[in-house]
């Protein structure tokens, strides 16, 4: 089960350092590719507007 960045995303940058394999991507929206996620849920604790949600 990948995670997925929603429209509540402010572009903050806060998951992209949290990712221990790189998997989120900037842009006016973040972008994780599901398949290099692992999962952990790291990115999920550090985003200020919970915009990260499980698929």
């Known amino acids: 089960m ?4 929603t429209d509540a995303c402010i572009a903050c940058g806060s998951c992209v350092d949290e990712c221990p ?6 842009g006016d929206i973040y972008v994780i590719d599901e398949a290099t996620c692992i ?7 550090v985003c200020p507007t919970e915009a990260i949600v499980a698929e």
């Open 21 to 26: 394999v790189e998997a989120i991507s900037a």
């Open 2 to 5: 990948a995670y997925k960045i």
């Open 39 to 45: 999962d952990c849920g790291s990115c999920v604790d």
